[in-house]
């Protein structure tokens, strides 16, 4: 009878593991300003109570006069996306333990539930950033066995206990983005192989149930996702990678000199270098700058403009990166819908024509990778809800309103 009863269990055990899957994902926006970059106090540590509150976000980078009335994750929901990708600072997780760990854990669940309760499901993404430098990613790179990965593991934990509590069949956990260990072949270590495979065995060890989205090293590239060995697969994982290739077209930005990079047209056979460089010219002479200033942004901007068109990046390029994932995934017996495509987008050209994209230029982009993704059933998430920076599903300037052009583009209603 004991045999029998042993038997029963282990077939009721792979039948359900045949039919497990990951929490359904489609359309996803990422929501970055509010649980990152948590504030600190003039002596360098986290303020206490950690995190900004709903409102300090939303009037972080404009009036709240700017936000029309109504909940801000119902108005998400209604542009058509399922999914937040919730960027969150651990830096305050990992600065404190006890009670006032407990404190902050308590902040983080009531805002995943904040976003729940308005229809959407939650990647709950741990993101670190370097305001606090002993608690920045920096941590992580000192290798598999080091004393930062131990701690940076047992946060990981305790967030999977918090998000569990909430739902498995709402959140999912991210527990690492763009780690930054390189080279992105072969010839590196194994720590990011190590570190991601212990820490999906952490997370296993508090739920078999909870979706967990695992990442390659470099940056979270394409290029890091296919040096990964999946060997700690099972239904309940998606495996992450961020598409901002080509960079010199998403990122059209100064680099701190106050020179100009914007202009570059999508495909890049859609127009010409001359033709980039009128415009870049117009541009500068337009914002004031001396004869002077323009022959030095000039020299740097002729050099990115020619490499941009000797690559002549368009739909092509775009298909060949996004198939590399899929191939990588296809030969480890993983379905393409269990890739997730976790930040993707392009940078809005600014007012003073300084920095990004021309519309239309950026829209064709945006649908291009989207439709990409799309072909191969790949889970994606846009970069992001709300900033200054251009790169934003609501316009970065005045009425705080849905950029209706970009979601056309991203094929919703």
């Known amino acids: 009878m004991i045999r029998i009863a042993w038997v029963a269990a282990w077939v ?8 497990a899957a990951p929490i359904q994902l489609q359309r996803g926006v990422g929501v ?3 649980l990152n970059w948590s504030p600190v106090e003039d002596d360098g540590s986290y303020r206490w109570p950690p995190y900004r509150s709903e409102k300090e976000w939303r009037a972080g980078h404009r009036p709240l006069t700017d936000w029309p009335d109504g909940d801000a994750f119902a108005r998400i929901r209604s ?4 999914f937040v990708r919730l960027s969150v600072d651990p830096g305050p997780l990992l600065a404190s333990e006890g009670v006032k760990r407990q404190q902050a854990l308590d902040i983080l669940a009531a805002a995943v539930e904040r976003v729940t309760s308005a229809g959407l499901k939650v990647v709950f993404d741990l993101h670190g950033v370097t305001q606090v430098p002993a608690y920045s990613m920096e941590m992580i790179y000192d290798g598999a066995d080091s004393e930062g990965v131990a701690s ?3 946060m990981v934990v305790t967030v999977a206990t918090m998000l569990v509590k909430i739902g498995t069949d709402k959140v999912a956990l991210e527990p690492y983005n763009e780690p930054a260990y390189y080279p992105c072949d072969s010839s590196g270590s194994d720590d990011w192989q190590r570190i991601m495979a212990d ?4 997370i296993r060890a508090v739920s078999s149930e909870l979706t967990i989205v695992a990442t390659g090293a470099c940056g979270g590239s394409i290029a890091g996702l296919v040096n990964l060995t999946p060997g700690f697969d099972d239904p309940n994982l998606y495996y992450s990678f961020h598409m901002y290739e080509p960079h010199s077209f998403t990122h059209q930005r100064p680099d701190g000199t106050g020179a100009f990079a914007s202009g570059l047209p999508w495909p890049a056979d859609s127009s010409t270098p001359e033709k980039v460089i009128e415009t870049l010219k117009a541009q500068m002479d337009a914002a004031g700058l001396s004869p002077v200033e323009q022959v030095m942004n000039m020299v740097a901007a002729r050099e990115a403009i020619a490499r941009y068109f000797e690559h002549n990046w368009g739909p092509s390029q775009l298909q060949a990166s996004i198939r590399q994932a899929v191939d990588w995934a296809e030969a480890h017996g993983i379905p393409s819908r269990r890739l997730f495509m976790g930040e993707f987008g392009a940078i809005l050209m600014s007012a003073d024509g ?5 519309d239309a230029d950026r829209l064709r982009y945006l649908t291009a ?5 799309e072909r191969f059933a790949i889970p994606w998430s846009v970069w992001e809800f ?6 934003t599903v609501i316009r970065p300037e005045g009425p705080a309103v849905p950029d209706q052009e970009m979601l056309r583009a991203l094929g919703l209603p």
């Open 354 to 358: 300084r920095m990004g994209a021309f």
């Open 386 to 391: 709300s900033n200054p920076y251009g790169m």
């Open 32 to 34: 970055h300003e509010w």
């Open 12 to 19: 009721l055990g792979m039948a359900i593991a045949a039919n």
């Open 152 to 154: 940076y593991r047992d």
């Open 369 to 373: 990778v989207r439709q990409q993704a």
């Open 199 to 202: 820490t999906v065995r952490d």
């Open 79 to 82: 542009m058509g996306f399922d």
